[in-house]
């Protein structure tokens, strides 16, 4: 579907208008500029059309609008990074939920909950916060849609809720944000709003919601400023949040945290080393897989962008390898301590109809003993492994093997073989099989 990139970039690129046309009902004007197909593109300067494709192709979509908007990038283009996991160069946004359901939430805590108090909501500001909701279902529309004035000051009033009670006004807020209006608003009323952060009135929903808002705020530039000159506020709640004994909370924080660092790749103007030693940080504590994910390709993504630190990431390789990392995450920390020794992966070699002999498997790979010390290694890649011969010749030499079963058991040692070209080649092959 080509249609949410089409309202995506009509949103980010504020220079181009973008228009849309019903051939149906304008059948003139499909006449007049020759649109025999289906969905056409047109684009045109100063009254001029310099250009034009037919189908849906969203890759030449989106690098003609690009250049219109900010000019041919051929000699700007960021290099291809020779690791698959990081570094991480766009926002994540936390924006799937059922709005209908949310604004349902919302309507029967003011009438079981608020009757006749100070917060009750007037039956015109819940057909406000209908109406809000009809918006934001239909994102596709955004670009062209508008969300009043009326409308966020009913979502204000529910913002306005005791702690406790205020959870669904905050998630309804977290939609509201993906549309410009809505984040327009945010932008301006965002230095009220983060005492949020901090607010215990109501558990952990309201901090884990708020992380939410901060996060879906990464998609317009006006917000994503406030939020970085908010940080002198967010920062100080920020390692509360990171080390906070629900994991939703700390996912919302990671993923902050991922953002930021994201900017940062961008904007110098962001601490890079006060956000890498957090990370790190929260790393040797954090037990959840995704969380653990989210901050090392935080962490990665920090050391591959910048020199600084990734040689002051140097000395801890011994404890970064230590790290007690779950499934998901060992092939992002495999990468990493290339990046840290200094080894790159190679892209993997055209295949080649080279024929090896099949090898059994039942009593371990010849001289490997069952793969002892290899324990990484699931019989699958094994099976992949063995399909290539110069691997195979490798492992066969004791001398490789032994070194090999030391980075296996420990990464760190890496670090002492990343001269050594025979076992810098080696583990620069055997990480594409981790791909």
Known sequence: M?????????????????LKVDVDRLKGTAMKYGVSAMPTFM?????????????????????????????????????????????????????VGNVDQIVDKIVSINIDQLKGQEHELSSDAVQSLRSLAGT?????????????????????????????????ALDLLRLSVAHPD??????????????????????????????????????????????????VQIWPSLPALLFHDHKQVRLGADTLVLNLVTLSCTDATLPKSDLAGAIFQALEKESDEENQYRLLIALSTLAYVDPAILQAMKPVLPKFAGLKLEAKV????????????????????????????TPSFDGGMGGMGGMGGMGGLDPEMIQRLASRPEIMQALQNPSIMHKLQEVMSNPAKMMEYQNDPEMSQLLQTMMQFMR
């Open 136 to 168: 934001l279902k239909n994102e596709n529309q955004f670009h062209v849609s508008r969300v009043t004035e009326k409308e966020l000051n009913s979502l204000h009033q529910c913002l306005q809720w005791p702690p406790k009670i205020r959870f669904p």
């Open 43 to 95: 684009f045109f300067k100063n009254g001029t059309k310099i250009h034009e494709f037919k189908g849906a192709n969203a890759t030449e979509l989106e690098r003609v609008l690009r250049e219109m908007s900010h000019g041919p990038t051929k000699t700007t283009e960021t290099p291809k990074s020779p690791f698959k996991h990081f570094p991480q160069l766009e926002y994540i946004y936390l924006d």
């Open 182 to 231: 809505g984040a327009t608003w945010a932008t301006n009323h965002l230095a009220s709003l983060l005492s949020n952060l901090t607010e215990n009135g109501g558990g952990f929903a309201v901090p884990m919601m708020f992380l939410r808002v901060l996060v879906n705020g990464f998609r317009f530039e006006k917000l994503r400023n406030e939020i970085k000159r908010g940080m």
């Open 330 to 357: 060992k092939p992002v920390q495999a990468e990493t301590m290339m990046l840290l020794s200094g080894i790159k992966p190679t892209p993997p070699p055209s295949p080649t109809p080279v024929q090896a002999p």
């Open 2 to 18: 080509i249609s949410p990139l089409f309202a995506k970039l009509s949103l980010e690129l504020n220079n181009i208008s973008f």
